[in-house]
């Protein structure tokens, strides 16, 4: 397994649609193990493979206190949404920023799992925030977009600078070697 480098708003491949699985296979399994891998790593409790620059239908999750229950959907669909309930949100892509967002409070969602197999899921609660915010990737879509304009727009300054500021910090680094 190995770490993989997450995409950060505002970067444009971010917003790519991501296309379907069309074979559960050694390499999308690995793909599985290595998001996991990152996304404990963060720490988060979801991610999506367009995150890691893979646009393909693939989300990893686990919302467990003791980070010991993964989930993987590939190809997932929502078949139903019920309810409402607002909740305080954060992403791997936008790091350090949580605004509430307002979702369904109820997802019943089909899928693959990590060996191809079919499965439905009925979730509420935090997994139900998790599936949508994570399959809201799939789609280009990021947390960011549920907030007002203004707010986005100081999120992606803030972000950007912030890079910026690495890039030349680095670079100021590498000189003095």
């Given at each position: ?8 708003f505002?970067?444009p491949r ?6 379907p ?9 690995r793909?599985?193990d290595?998001?996991?891998e ?7 409790i ?6 890691v620059?893979?646009?393909l ?5 686990d919302?467990?206190?003791e ?6 959907l590939i ?6 949404l019920?309810?409402?309930e607002?909740?305080?949100?954060g992403c791997?892509s ?5 605004e ?7 997802v ?25 915010h ?5 789609g280009?879509?990021?947390?960011v ?12 300054h ?7 500021q690495?890039?030349d ?5 590498r000189?003095?070697l």
């Amino acid at each position: 397994m190995s770490k993989l480098a997450i995409l950060t708003f505002p970067d444009p491949r971010l917003r790519q649609k991501a296309r379907p699985v069309l074979r559960v296979d050694a390499a999308i399994t690995r793909l599985v193990d290595d998001m996991l891998e990152t996304m404990y790593a963060a720490p988060g409790i979801g991610l999506a493979a367009i995150q890691v620059n893979v646009p393909l239908q693939v989300l990893v999750m686990d919302v467990s206190e003791e980070h010991n229950n993964p989930l993987c959907l590939i190809n997932p669909q929502i078949l139903a949404l019920e309810g409402t309930e607002q909740r305080e949100e954060g992403c791997l892509s936008v790091p350090g920023f949580y605004e509430k967002i307002t979702r369904a409070e109820r997802v019943k969602v089909q899928a693959l799992d990590r060996d191809g197999a079919l499965f439905t899921l009925d979730a509420d609660g935090l997994l139900a925030v998790c599936i949508q915010h994570e399959i809201d990737h799939l789609g280009g879509k990021l947390f960011v977009d549920h907030i007002s304009m203004l707010k986005r727009q100081r999120i992606r300054h803030k972000l950007e600078r912030d890079q910026r500021q690495s890039v030349d910090s680095n670079a100021t680094r590498r000189s003095a070697l």
